[in-house]
């Protein structure tokens, strides 16, 4: 709902004072005295707001203002302060940003439903303004992305429901003003037929500068502070938020070969300049720097001192309190128990050893903070290959994606053909994706969400062998190879008892068979294939 105010020296948008030549020159007059009286008294009139239905909840509020003071420079000499008032009486303090030209703007979260109130102030006292609006508490957006309060190993929505991530990389070009829109349509149109709902953008806020990436692409700059820059940004974000689509940025907010500010005082403007503009948003998470700030060899380019600061920094900006992490070195995860992280991050491990795997995940998962396995299971890339000495089969592929899931992390897919921004995550033609392999995660997700994924939990403790998640009435345990397992711990007793006891065919969850402990109390899989066992009590 668009608001719009009166200041001393701005006309009210609608209504513009101008002469026009059959006016009345006493009634100009008239109008010219009262623009001064506004003008010396510092008086503003009350923000007015264009027709519009409520704001659904979960969405963003943002009101306009037209002001005729010039500044030097508007994104320092002066700060659009807002504090707003929800529904429920409490209040949140904010500010607003600089649109370009006479245009200013603020926006909010809409997070509760009801009549909302706010005051607007310049902080040189040129202009202030006070309205409202109202959010309805009909809505079709699922909330704020968030830490899965009841299970927080997951990621979850402010709804209330857990979100599982399904993770797509995708290179350089996706923001570019020179790669037509309509390509990036069809890529979207394709992103969405096979089943993703995250996307990891690798020149997201800034451009990664390196030939082969970045360079040549025409990505927002959004560094020095440009309105029309952020703009041309935000078009695209609205179009995935329309999708359903998460967006993470994979370069984050300080990019590796980009041209972030380095003074802390540039670095604290561009960050209040970015949350004000993006903060609102549901569907968005931070990601401080990246990739591999830390790595090392004598690579680092940012020390983890200022990985903290700059995480603290950001975190203590943003009312709504998105997600925070870094995107990490291949390796176990240093900010794991950082005060200022609420997920985590992994590069690896990269490797087809499906306990090394599991292992990894797991040892840099935090029992309280989701996880993002980033750079984990990349079709075809540089650095797996290096590792493997080949690339994955379909086979590993599905095996490893299970293994992911079993940990309760966030799978990041990459099809590639050489780095990050190669093969079809560098041009997203959909002509160039290897179609066999989407389709195996496409089936591994699905199955997934066809469970209360949300309630279950790693429990490597409760399976003699393979891979599991359990809750105290669920257990989903994974047998890459088939075999027999015996459950342990609480489960010992629980599974004769359980009410559903499945056989599901990993390779086809489709195809479900009944399972029935042994004599000895093990559960043993229909053959040598992978197999998933469901139990619930």
């Given at each position: 709902?668009?608001?719009?105010?009166?200041?001393?020296?701005?006309?009210?948008?609608?209504?513009?004072?101008?002469s026009h030549p059959f006016t009345p020159r006493a009634f100009i007059e008239k109008a010219a005295c009262?623009?001064?009286?506004?003008?010396?008294?510092?008086?503003n009139a009350s923000a007015q707001g264009t027709a519009q239905s409520d704001i659904p909840l979960y969405g963003f509020f943002e009101g306009t203002l037209e002001h005729g003071r010039n500044y030097p420079d508007p994104y320092r000499d002066v700060t659009l302060h807002v504090r707003y008032t929800r529904p429920d009486g409490t209040?949140?303090?904010?500010?607003?940003?600089?649109?370009?030209?006479?245009?200013?703007?603020?926006?909010?979260?809409?997070?509760?439903?009801?009549?909302w109130r706010y005051e607007a102030e310049m902080s040189d006292g040129s202009l202030r303004t006070k309205g409202e609006f109202r959010v309805s508490k009909n809505t079709t957006l699922p909330g704020m992305i968030t830490v899965h309060r009841p299970n927080p190993v997951w990621f979850g929505f402010a709804g209330g429901k857990p979100f599982l991530v399904r993770g797509l990389h995708v290179g350089d070009r996706f923001f570019a003003a020179n790669w037509p829109d309509a390509e990036r349509q069809r890529f979207l149109d394709w992103v969405q037929e096979n089943g993703y709902n995250f996307l990891s953008i690798a020149s997201h806020f800034l451009n990664r500068d390196e030939e082969g990436r970045g360079r040549g692409w025409e990505t927002p700059k959004l560094w020095p502070l440009d309105a029309d820059?952020?703009?041309?940004?935000?078009?695209?974000?609205?179009?995935?938020?329309?999708?359903?689509?998460?967006?993470?940025?994979?370069?984050?907010?300080?990019?590796?070969?980009?041209?972030y500010p380095r003074a802390p005082a540039d670095q604290e403007l561009y960050i209040r300049y970015t949350l004000a503009r993006l903060a609102p948003m549901w569907h968005v998470l931070w990601n401080v720097a990246g990739p591999e700030p830390n790595l090392g060899e004598g690579l680092r380019w940012m020390s983890d001192e200022e990985v903290t600061r700059l995480g603290r920094l950001i975190a203590s900006l943003d009312?709504?309190?998105?997600?925070?992490?870094?995107?990490?070195?291949?390796?176990?995860?240093?900010?794991?128990?950082?005060?200022?992280?609420?997920?985590?991050?992994?590069?690896?491990?990269?490797?087809?050893?499906?306990?090394t795997l599991s292992r990894g995940l797991l040892e840099s998962h935090h029992p309280a903070k989701p996880l993002l396995a980033q750079e984990t299971l990349w079709s075809r890339n540089t650095y797996h290959l290096r590792s493997l000495k080949r690339d994955y089969t379909?086979?590993?592929?599905?095996?490893?994606?299970?293994?992911?899931?079993?940990?309760?992390?966030?799978?990041?897919?990459?099809?590639?053909?050489?780095?990050?921004?190669?093969?079809?995550?560098?041009?997203?033609?959909?002509?160039?994706?290897h179609p066999t392999r989407h389709a195996i995660l496409r089936r591994i997700w699905d199955f997934?969400?066809?469970?209360?994924?949300?309630?279950?939990?790693?429990?490597?403790?409760?399976?003699?062998?393979?891979?599991?998640?359990?809750?105290?009435?669920?257990?989903?345990?994974?047998?890459?190879?088939?075999?027999?397992?015996?459950?342990?711990?609480?489960?010992?007793?629980?599974?004769?008892?359980?009410?559903?006891?499945?056989?599901?065919?990993?390779?086809?969850p489709s195809e479900k068979r009944p399972a029935?402990?042994?004599?000895?109390?093990?559960?043993?899989?229909?053959?040598?294939?992978?197999?998933?066992?469901?139990l619930k009590q």
């Open positions: 709902m668009p608001a719009v105010a009166c200041s001393g020296i701005a006309n009210q948008k609608g209504c513009p004072m101008q009262l623009w001064l009286l506004c003008l010396f008294s510092g008086w209040q949140l303090s904010f500010w607003g940003f600089h649109d370009g030209g006479r245009t200013w703007r603020f926006r909010a979260h809409a997070d509760q439903p009801g009549a820059e952020y703009r041309k940004m935000e078009r695209i974000l609205n179009d995935l938020a329309e999708r359903r689509i998460v967006a993470w940025g994979f370069a984050g907010f300080f990019g590796q070969k980009s041209n009312p709504w309190k998105h997600p925070i992490s870094v995107h990490n070195r291949t390796g176990d995860d240093p900010f794991r128990d950082s005060d200022w992280t609420t997920y985590g991050v992994l590069q690896g491990p990269k490797t087809p050893d499906l306990a379909d086979k590993e592929i599905r095996q490893n994606a299970w293994v992911i899931q079993m940990s309760a992390a966030g799978l990041v897919f990459a099809d590639n053909d050489g780095n990050s921004s190669t093969g079809f995550t560098g041009t997203l033609n959909p002509a160039d994706a997934m969400e066809s469970i209360p994924f949300g309630e279950l939990r790693p429990a490597q403790e409760s399976v003699s062998t393979g891979y599991a998640l359990a809750s105290g009435t669920s257990l989903l345990a994974y047998l890459p190879e088939g075999g027999s397992v015996r459950l342990r711990g609480a489960w010992e007793s629980k599974a004769p008892r359980a009410s559903q006891a499945l056989w599901i065919n990993a390779r086809n029935k402990p042994d004599a000895s109390g093990a559960f043993a899989a229909p053959d040598q294939e992978d197999w998933l066992l469901w």
